[in-house]
């Protein structure tokens, strides 16, 4: 492998199954990396790819880390922790009369006719949410002040109980954190323990129940993430990195250790968060503005929208039945990935997922004990996928033990051949799959005629053609290096805040002095907050932004403003209501229910380099495989193209297989691959409207 030129960018994904790393070096140059995660450890998979890294660039990892000049990081240890129940035992202080609020939650439910299914454990339990008294009114002035012993008498039982972190949510304290500061400063002498969250500054939102439940989950997963994300963020700098690194937030931007300290419930989706980087590159590449991403790893699928070049971010995040109003990209994750089991149900019914076989054992091909079939499975008994080392020799995959997983569990079962029940289980998971893209496209008003399927993942190219079929696009673009989406995705992630204040008005009543006043502290602290990450004022973007509603709404959209032209910001607001609910209120009254400003910092960087020279004549394929396409097409004999024989300009007729360092390509009949300038697939899907 050709030695990288410094200095160089490093972006390290922990994933469920694989740990990915992407490298772009100063001339855009970019190599990618994969090893197996380490669940018990995420930190041990981040430096087994560094040193794996490190042997194949022919250095040692203190080279590589040395002449790094950026490192960015996702990781799914929040997420992890929330899911197995690992995290800190959490107390929380509460306003005398709403102990009970995070017990009470919503109405809402996932399935409204579903009213038996048990909500998850609260995670401060009722004898630790203690209440004490005091009270703001709605604009934050001070009504009754706040009983500092009952803030004394909590942290007694705080630590005769063993709390090890605590949670501060007081009413109102959107609109003033007074209280909740003295309340913290109080709590720092009288109690034992060091880490406390206050909902003012985790997340001044106006909703009791989604302000106390985001703020416990700050200080449920606060010890574990922190203490990781430090420790790894040391051993590193140890190792020769010379700056922190750097962290990928749910909002999809980046930040620094030290930032994200004090919000580690904003990392909730780190990893699949990155992939808006991605697509960010991917629009550069292609001048393409309307994607969304299908990405496929072992466990799950991610799917990500970008329309016009934007992707929507939301504060509605829900992380295993808990609520979250925190800054999230809006993403769709179904349990459908290569690692995903199949079976045949009570009722002798197929069944596919969401349970996953995970990084260890894996798939019954990987031969580490697992006799259970999956999608991965039901690929090689296919032809779709060859035999033998993949993934850069991490694992190797055993057909006959995949072949026997399948009869075991579902041919013999159901009465029907190997074959059928292997195209049986890709047939319901890619049934899934369109299900997940359709969540974030055909339901949110987009269509998908104008889409561009990126198929993204160490699975998704796979997937891609028979996905976008099935959806109506007209386009698949698959990355040569589709394994490392969202490793190199993080690579093209910038520098991010979200700041917000509760701001009541009318659109049209509201005074510009009072809608300025309301930015203005936002403002300040987001230049404050750059300028602290080393972004000098040429390199820092400020976006305002206005939650909007119709008068009598529940829910509230935000509008990017450019200024306070009141006819272009109702105007903006109004396109958008209409492409997401199908109608308008001509003249309707439009409330502002909060002001917020989007600090990002633009990290520089250069841009992938291209071969200059295009391609000439028709590549020849390394072999034909029996293959299984589709239900259409039937078995064909495939031809099986190696990537890195395919250049830029070459145009090849489906159906035919690319077997690429991180994936594997798969085009129908009908369908046409092109290669672009950068090595990149682009599937026009044959037949598509």
């Not at 769709?332 to 069944?351: C, I, S, Y």
């Amino acid at each position: 492998m050709t030695r990288p030129e410094p200095p160089w960018r490093i972006g390290v994904d922990v994933g469920g199954t694989f740990t990915d790393m992407a490298l772009a070096d100063a001339a855009g140059a970019l190599s990618v990396f994969k090893t197996p995660s380490v669940p018990s450890d995420p930190s041990e998979g981040v430096l087994n790819v560094l040193r794996l890294a490190a042997g194949e660039l022919g250095m040692t990892p203190g080279d590589l880390l040395r002449q790094c000049r950026l490192f960015v990081h996702g990781s799914t240890i929040a997420t992890n922790t929330i899911l197995e129940r690992k995290g800190a035992v959490t107390g929380m202080i509460v306003t005398d009369g709403f102990r009970d609020s995070l017990e009470i939650r919503r109405g809402f439910r996932a399935d409204q006719w579903d009213h038996r299914a048990p909500n998850p454990p609260v995670l401060a339990p009722r004898y630790l949410r203690l209440p004490v008294k005091g009270r703001l009114d709605k604009d934050g002035n001070e009504i009754e002040p706040l009983d500092v012993d009952g803030v004394r008498r909590a942290a007694a039982v705080f630590d005769r109980e063993g709390v090890e972190s605590v949670a501060i949510c007081l009413h109102n304290a959107y609109a003033g954190p007074a209280q909740e500061e003295q309340a913290a400063a109080v709590l720092k002498e009288a109690w034992g323990g060091s880490w406390i969250s206050q909902s003012s500054e985790v997340n001044p939102v106006v909703g009791e129940y989604e302000r106390g439940s985001t703020t416990v989950m700050n200080a449920y997963v606060a010890p574990k993430v922190v203490g990781y994300l430090t420790r790894l963020d040391e051993a590193l700098r140890a190792e020769g990195l010379p700056g922190s690194i750097l962290l990928v937030q749910s909002n999809g931007g980046a930040v620094s250790v030290a930032e994200a300290a004090a919000r580690p419930v904003n990392l909730t989706l780190s990893g699949p968060a990155a992939g808006v980087g991605a697509l960010k590159l991917y629009r550069e590449l292609t001048g393409l503005d309307d994607l969304v991403a299908m990405e496929i790893g072992g466990t799950s699928c991610d799917v990500t929208l970008m329309a016009d070049g934007e992707t929507p971010v939301s504060d509605a995040l829900e992380i295993d039945g808990y609520h979250l109003a925190t800054p999230a990209i809006d993403i769709h994750t179904v349990g459908a990935g290569g690692g995903t089991l199949a079976g045949v149900d009570g009722g002798g019914m197929l069944r596919v997922g969401p349970e996953g076989a995970g990084a260890d054992p894996g798939p019954a091909a990987y031969g580490r004990g697992n006799d259970r079939p999956t999608a991965t499975d039901a690929h090689l008994v296919l032809g779709r996928l060859r035999p033998g080392p993949m993934a850069g020799g991490a694992v190797s995959l055993d057909a006959d033990k995949a072949r026997a997983a399948i009869e075991t569990h579902v041919a013999k079962p159901l009465g029907i051949s190997v074959e059928d029940a292997a195209a049986g289980i890709l047939r319901l998971l890619e049934q899934n799959l369109l299900h997940a893209v359709e969540r974030l496209s055909v339901e949110r008003g987009y269509d998908p005629k104008r889409l561009t399927l990126v198929a993204a993942g160490g699975a998704g190219p796979m997937h891609g053609a028979a996905v976008a079929r099935a959806l109506g696009c007209a386009r698949v673009f698959a990355p040569v290096e589709a394994g490392a989406f969202c490793a190199l995705g993080m690579l093209w992630s910038d520098v991010r805040l979200d700041l917000l204040k509760v701001l009541d008005g009318d659109l049209d009543a509201i005074a510009d002095a009072e809608l300025e006043a309301g930015f203005a502290p936002l403002l300040t602290e987001g230049r404050r907050a750059l300028e602290a990450e080393g972004f000098a004022s040429e390199k820092q973007h400020l976006q305002r932004v206005l939650d909007l509603r119709y008068k009598g709404q529940q829910w509230s959209l935000r509008t990017d403003v450019s200024g306070l032209d009141r006819a272009a910001i109702r105007a903006a607001f109004e396109a958008d209501h209409q492409r997401r609910f199908g109608h308008i209120q001509p003249g309707g009254t439009i409330l502002i229910t909060a002001v917020r400003v989007v600090a990002t910092g633009l990290i520089d960087r250069d841009p992938p380099a291209a071969p200059d020279a295009r391609a000439t004549g028709t590549p020849a394929p390394v072999g034909h495989r029996r293959c299984f396409i589709d239900a259409t097409s039937g078995w064909a004999e495939t031809p099986v193209y190696r990537s890195a024989d395919l250049s830029p300009g070459m145009t090849l007729g489906g159906p035919l297989i690319v077997e690429a360092p991180t994936t594997t390509v798969l085009a129908g009949a009908g369908d046409r691959l092109t290669v672009d300038r950068h090595g990149h697939y682009m599937i026009e899907i044959g037949g598509a409207a």
